[in-house]
Every structure is written in structure tokens, then in C-alpha cells.
């Protein structure tokens, strides 16, 4: 599990990256990751749920799985995003 700073402004609060795709799997039934990519472009800033941060970051995790041709997950459990 990856820990990452999160806040705006400097901010030393800690997120749990696996929190936020979680809350990403809750939002679609993604058959590819650019399904997922494409959500989080669109709307991944605007969603109250993911924190600060998370749509960029879970963004660029996904970009690395779509470049090592990793499948799609079918749930957040069985993602090695984090």
C-alpha cells in the first residue's frame, strides 16, 4: 500500500492511494483501463469522494498499467494500484 502527502497548500496530511481506486471502482464497471482513464479526465476532479490529488495520481497509475499491458482489474481488490 502506497502512502502519499495529500492536501492542497502544503499540506503534511497522509492519503491511502487504495481508498481513492477503490472509490473509482465504485464508479464504473470498467471492462478496459481506458474506460477508467477516460472517467477520471472527465469527472475524477470533480468527485467529493477521491482526495485531493487522487484523480491525478490514480491517473498516472493507470496510464502505467495501460503501458505494461496489464488487464483491467475486475474489482479494486485485485488491483495492483496503490
Known amino acids: 500500500m502506497t502512502l502519499r502527502p495529500a492536501g492542497r497548500g502544503g499540506s503534511t496530511a497522509i492519503r491511502d492511494t487504495r481508498a481513492d481506486v477503490k472509490v473509482l471502482f465504485r ?3 470498467w471492462q478496459a ?3 477508467a482513464l477516460n472517467w477520471l479526465e472527465r469527472s ?14 490514480v491517473l498516472e497509475d493507470i496510464e502505467e498499467q495501460i503501458r505494461d ?10 488491483t495492483d494500484i496503490c
Open 27 to 29: 464508479r464504473g464497471d
Open 33 to 35: 483501463w481506458h474506460e
Open 44 to 57: 475524477g476532479g470533480q468527485d467529493r469522494e477521491l482526495t485531493d490529488g487522487a484523480a491525478q495520481s
Open 69 to 78: 499491458r496489464v488487464p483491467i482489474a475486475r474489482n479494486s481488490e485485485d
